[in-house]
């Protein structure tokens, strides 16, 4: 249970401390190094006490339960082979770390370097030992993610944004491949757990979607790994911090697609496919790394595409899939991480001291800085794989994987041509690298004068290529037993022979090795003048740019085609959608309606029903009247729809609805007033429009009359049907007969609203709530029409006297209404458990009381008396509503249950009490905030653009209006 | 009752379908109110429609569900009556700053050029 525990830890350990280290303050470099460092460590420890477990084959696993139901369980395990990767991920961290403290400027925003930095350990953790494979892909977009904060971490400069979004959209979208393919696989073997799957790889392999998996599994696999032809993120990539480039895009985070080429051998590899594919895109991104890097002028762009070419290596390693080549392919993986990571340290060092990464510029740098020059020489010779240095066996091993014979293909024939050849252009930039940089006279024009940089960010360099050194001459004592038990973990328990030693005697890997480097140094040599100093590389290499081609398909694919297709296939303007959208609508309620069978006796209309008829008649009319006036006399016609509405509210009542009908009325009132409140925008109407009565409009709008008659014919006969039909069991049932045993309310339409169904109310409310605040930012800008800013016809007219004389006697019955009409919310508000009437019902009735005092009287003198701060209103309405949903969890309930009872107040009498109520309360309070802030911001207008030269004469004469009114920029 | 609910759906939605389709953005607003009424009167009538029936129980216990009004499509309809209120709210701030901005009236921001 403790390794079980410790698993976990390993986990979680970076992601908390990563959100530790966004906290502390911006400069605080010896801190953050210190609580990041102590992290690494704690992992390093960690794996020292699992060692044991993993050996000989053995696997730790912790399962924590999540969602067993879709086969998402959180299982960790660790077995050799990550046990190995996990030591790089916190030994090399560790080590960046460090490194990092002194090389990030006092400047630099550390906190979030550091924080991601750890998240991106947590990440990389979480990556390798996911023994889930679902989980497998989070985490592994996860670090797709951080690796694109990290790269545009100096968000400042171009290149670091155009990086980073290249990264991520390469990466990401590999690795939503990779995730089909998961999903795939998962449904194949019949589960996610990465130990079944493994144990699968018949099933898996024979199977019939097994191309289409593997394409896509490659696919995810390569764009991480930075294979041909998605190598191009990687150079990107290094307009990051150095030591981001030395921890994400040389030692870890590249390598997890590697890791998972590996890591899923067993389950995918060992077909004809699997090798043509992943040997032959290894191979081919070997070479084209080797002899791009080797015309690089940038320090770091070289190493890049080393790194790229050593990817394609390992890559081609894990295609040829024998056990010895993948043996080989994670001794690889070590030593390329020590050496590579120590040599970006160094170029970043480099650049540190010198202000430069340009080796046309940079020269005799040995005599500046003599222990980096060495340390930096030592690693170089590793990449290049001279012998006594770890490059040197894992190179052998690899020249040795392609020599033998593996199955006779021409790939295979070919592979150790193509080996030699990368070989030689590995070591030609291994030595460019040294020669240029550190030998030939001493550089005149640096941006700064060299010298060695302060020893603790010399150290980790010369950690690791101590490392270089141990491996490379005492291989067996160094590595020997971790690779074992790293390789059981891949190979299985019947490892084939092989021994880590320097000399084997002259085998024909030695032979390939020793042409390589020879062939590598006439390279370089020989076309000296010409790679120094020319253009990168020959013209057809230029030309092959991947990355602006990329840039060209994004550019294509998100602005172009789209921009195209919108104009080929979108209506022109705003009518014509409708007019298609409304068509699409009785289309398909065409096919809806169509078989229906229609042959049924229409009901008569009873004696009884004819007031319902009548009154039907004057809504019917209304509603006609209102589509009739709508364009010349819109007064009319808002009075027209009131009458529509109110007859629709008298049908609510009729038929049994009593809350519909109390809310149908109270929005009829504040819609109305707020039209109101629009009209005084909109342009005169009172000539007609140019052009109004000639043929092509009286077609259109005899088309339109067609339309709407068809839809309103195909509605009276869809209502008809669904009247018709006898209404079997309603669900409504349930709420009738659980209301008052569950929601302790009678009223089970409130008990709906506010428990039953609370958590759609509750985002109905939250609707609400954004409409407001839309409402108020719209209207913050907002730019009335030249004629529109005049006040009103009427009122210039009228003279100022008349006008509040005129008001005089309503505006009083106003003000006197004010105090019923917030008795007449309360009442509506606690009746509304029981009977019509509820939050709702009562917000509106308060926002109504409010804003009948702005229609009363003088909004600047009804500011001064009444404070209103709507946005408050809204945002203690939602919280109410939220904590009284969230309380039900302390009683260990789901959110939002509701308890109710009935409690006996003194004097009042039972009173009935549910904690649905306090979220009716929360609705309430929402509901006034909204209307009032949308009724008041539209109201406002008015007076922002009203002439202020009219002071206003009054006594009461108002102060500024409080703080949080809408209309507070006017000021 | 079921023929004058249904003709009375019929010409609210008629109606309101046809000044959606007009060219100003005050016929839309109106149309789209109108629509409103027809399209909560229509889910309303999804349940059972009784004449004083409503779904308001005496205290206590079980009753017998179908002696009431459906009150599903009656909460439903509640919270469509907010929210096509505060959808008019907004589509009235969006005509008024489109006619402050464009100049007109016309819900494409420009007059038809013929």
Known sequence: MVEQNLLLLLVLTPFVSAALAATLPIGARNAEAWLAGLTMLLALAILAVLYPAVTEGGVITGTFRWVSSVGLDLTFRIDGFSWLFMVLVAGIGFLVILYARYYMGPDDPVPRLYSCLLAFAGAMSGLLLSGNIIMLVVFWE??????????????????????????????????????????????????????????????????????????????GAFTKSAQFPFHFWLPNAMAAPTPVSSYLHSATMVKAGVFVLLRFHPALGGTSEWFQLVTGIGLATLLLGAVVALFRHDLKGLLAYSTISHLGLITALAGIGSPFALIAAVFHIVNHAVFKASLFMAAGIIDHETGTRDMRRLSGLARAMPVTAALAIIASASMAGVPLMNGFLSKEMFFEATYVWNNGSPLDNLAPYVAVLAGAFSAAYSLRFIVTVFFGPKAEDLPQEPHEPPLLM??????????????????????????????????????????????????????????AMSLGALLYLLPRRLIDTGE??????????????????????????????????????????LRAMVLLALAGAWFAVGPLDWNVPLPGIGASELVFALLWLVGGACALGAGWQAKYHRFAALILMGGAGLVTCATFVWLSAPDLAVTQLLVEIATTALLLLGLRWLPKRDEEITGDNNFSARSRRFRDLLIAVACGTGMTALALAVLLTRPGASVGDWFLRNAYVEGGGTNVVNVILVDFRAFDTFGEITVLAVVGLTVYALLRRFRPAPESVERPRPQLDAEEQALEAYLFVPGLLMQWMFAPIIALSAYLFVRGHDLPGGGFAAGVTLAIGLLLQYVAANVRWVEARLTVLPVRWMGTGLVIAMAVGAGAWVFGYPFLSAHAQYIDVPVIGKVPFSTAMLFDLGVFSLVVGAIVLMLIAIAHQSLRVAPRARPVETSESAPEMPSEMPAEETA | MELILALAIGVLVGSGVWLLLRPRSYQVIVGLCLL???????????????????????????????????????????????????????????????????????????????
């Open chain 1, 142 to 219: 996860l670090t797709s993610l951080i690796s694109f904060l990290l790269i545009g971490y100096w968000f400042q400069r171009q290149d670091a944004r155009d990086g980073a979004r290249l990264s991520l959209i390469v990466t990401a979208s590999g690795g939503l491949c990779l995730m089909v393919a998961m999903i795939l696989i998962g449904q194949i073997a019949g589960s996610y757990d990465l130990d079944k799957v493994l144990a699968a790889g018949p099933q898996i392999t024979a199977h019939r979607l097994y191309p289409v998996l593997l394409l896509l599994f490659v696919l």
């Open chain 1, 458 to 515: 010399r150290l980790p360099v010369a950690v690791l290529v101590a490392s270089c050194l141990a491996i490379g001459i005492f291989p067996q004592q160094v590595l020997g037993p971790w690779l074992e038990t790293a390789s059981i973990a891949v190979v299985g328990p019947e490892l084939p022979h092989f021994s880590l030693k320097i000399w084997h005697g002259v085998t024909p890997a030695l032979v390939m090795s020793l042409i």
């Open chain 1, 536 to 577: 990168e590389g020959p013209r057809w290499m230029r030309a092959l740019d991947f990355a602006r081609g990329f840039d060209w398909l994004l550019q294509f694919g998100t602005i172009r085609a789209p921009r195209l297709l919108v104009r080929v296939l979108s209506a022109n303007g705003l009518q014509a959608q």
């Open chain 2, 36 to 114: 409103a009424y027809g399209v909560n009167l229509f889910i309303f009538a999804m349940g059972r429609l009784y004449v004083g029936a409503a779904p308001i129980m005496p205290k206590g216990g079980f009753v017998d569900p179908t002696a009431y009004a459906d009150p599903l499509p009656q909460s439903l309809v509640l919270t469509a009556i907010v929210i096509s209120f505060a959808t008019t709210a907004l589509f009235l701030v969006v005509m008024i700053a489109a006619r402050g901005v464009s100049g007109t009236d016309h819900v494409d921001g420009r007059e038809r050029k013929s």
